[in-house]
């Protein structure tokens, strides 16, 4: 179910941005934004990992520096059947981790240095786990995609904005009246993208959640370890990162409370703790 709702999710992204590219293009627009979609796709698909190690300033991680995170992920890789991916230090006193990467072949796992000091092994693994349950079910790729076609999409956006308040775009619109359409969408649009990309961004989280859980076969290590990083996110927010790769983390960087909750790419820490406790 969660595989269906997450392809529906994509192919309604996809169909915005198309219709934004034919609001403000006509038939040109439409052949544009078709074209920036593959291209965003492709770049994405081949170069996801690249950009996450690049942006967050994340280093390889040897085995004698960290035996434990080599030792855990062995067991999980064992337990889930799936290669070794390559390990990576984010330099970051924040608890945290991502995972990146086209393919289970190709994945990157990379944890911060104070994940290292403050989780203990059995939370270490469960968050090591659900890193692996996001490589495994393609979570990455997905993400990646919906983050770069939502980025895209506000970009054209943009442009269409500027175009109209400037009296460009399509001249043949029909008046006053379809012109106030035209804006109402341009505004729309990157909100419903945002929307979207974060329905995709929750739908997984509990899935890796779920996964993670099993491979480990601990609930209570994954738990624990989501309720230090949250305390800790709280207090003291990530900032070495751009906000917009927030959605890459096990737990929101910058944390979310109150209305910036609604909008956070990662669903309630408290959900996620009772769902893991009730398994």
Known sequence: ??????????????AIFLLLGGLIGGEEGLIFAFI????????SYWFSDRMAISMTRSQPLSETDAPEVYRAMREL??????PMPRLYLMPSEQPNAFATGRSPQHAVVA????LLRMLDYEELKGVLAHELAHIRNRDILIGTIAAALAGALMFVAR???WSGAFGGGNRRSGGG???????IALILA????????????????????????????NPQGLASALAKMEQYARRRPMQEINQAAAHMFI????????????????PPIEERIARLRRM
């Open 159 to 161: 442009i269409g904005m």
């Open 36 to 43: 920036l979609a593959m291209a965003t796709n492709f770049f």
């Open 77 to 82: 890789t064992h337990n889930a059947g799936m």
């Open 251 to 266: 737990v929101n960087p910058f944390s979310a409370k109150g209305l910036t909750a609604l909008f956070s790419t990662h």
């Open 177 to 183: 009246a379809a012109l106030l359409i035209r804006l």
């Open 190 to 217: 990157p909100f419903a993208a945002l929307l979207i990309q974060m329905s995709i961004s929750r739908t997984r989280e509990y899935g890796a959640d779920a996964a993670g859980a099993r491979f480990s076969g």
């Open 111 to 114: 944890v911060t240095a104070g």
């Open 1 to 14: 179910m969660n595989r269906l709702k997450t392809f529906l999710l994509m192919a309604l992204l996809t």
